[in-house]
């Protein structure tokens, strides 16, 4: 069946640092592919969606490439902010009539100042 | 922007009692449905709600839960007799379209504590 694989945290950055977190997919069929994002305190909202291969979302900053030869979708940013502290989840949507997400473990992300 | 709002955002519940979870979608989504996650697992898919009825279901969503949609604007998620395993951050989501490329927008949460 389909699931994503999120690389594990907890990350801890310094403010302007490069961020990449790593997601790899298993599907059948072309899923769309989603970044989420959890502040401490509050639900998940949308990062980020790409909808076929080669596809980039991006959003605050954040980008991520549907890489269908690679089945992998990572997560980066150039530089992050203390703002950006969060635990950001992976997740896709199957073809036809999948219609729930599978998601991630999540990896929780640490800015410091 | 338009928000899914969750009510209560913590529930205390004995084990064996009845709970109800509420969620308000946004106005002119179609398509419903309800996650949680356990502490320290994945988000896991539990129910999906269109058109006043069930589409899919997981192997987790049995005869203890039901979902319905009571008039326009409520959806709620009821667990019959709660289990200590119930414990979990539950999730509401509502979509404009069920396609694939549609994304779900979710509310804050509601954490069920189960004593």
């Known amino acids: 069946g389909n699931s994503v694989t999120q690389m594990e945290g907890p990350v801890t950055l310094s403010e302007e640092a490069f961020l990449t977190i790593n997601c790899t997919y298993t599907?059948?069929?072309?899923?769309?592919l989603f970044w989420y994002v959890q502040y401490p305190g509050e639900g998940l909202q949308l990062l980020l969606k790409?909808?076929?291969a080669d596809d980039k979302g991006s959003n605050k900053g954040f980008e991520a490439t549907y890489r269908k030869e690679t089945t992998s979708f990572h997560l980066e940013k150039g530089s992050v902010q203390v703002s950006d502290s969060a635990v950001y989840f992976c997740?896709?949507?199957?073809?036809?009539?999948?219609?729930?997400?599978?998601w991630g473990l999540g990896t929780s992300l640490a800015v410091n100042p | 922007e338009p928000e899914v709002t969750q009510t209560p955002s913590h529930q205390v519940t004995q084990m064996g009692q009845e709970v109800i979870l509420r969620c308000v979608p946004i106005?002119?989504?179609?398509?419903f449905y309800w996650y949680r996650q356990i502490l320290g697992q994945k988000v896991e898919f539990l129910v999906s709600?269109?058109?006043?009825?069930?589409?899919?279901k997981s192997e987790i969503f049995d005869d203890q839960f039901s979902v319905e949609r009571p008039d326009g604007s409520n959806f709620t998620l009821k667990i019959r007799s709660t289990k200590l395993e119930d414990s979990a951050m539950y999730f509401c989501?509502?979509?404009?379209?069920?396609?694939?490329?549609?994304?779900?927008?979710f509310g804050d949460g509601t954490r069920l504590s189960i004593l």
């Open positions: 106005s002119n989504h179609l398509y």
């Open positions: 790409a909808t076929k």
């Open positions: 989501a509502s979509s404009e379209r069920d396609s694939s490329n549609q994304p779900q927008h």
């Open positions: 997740a896709l949507k199957g073809a036809g009539n999948n219609r729930k997400l599978i």
């Open positions: 599907a059948t069929g072309y899923p769309s």
């Open positions: 709600f269109y058109n006043n009825e069930i589409s899919e």
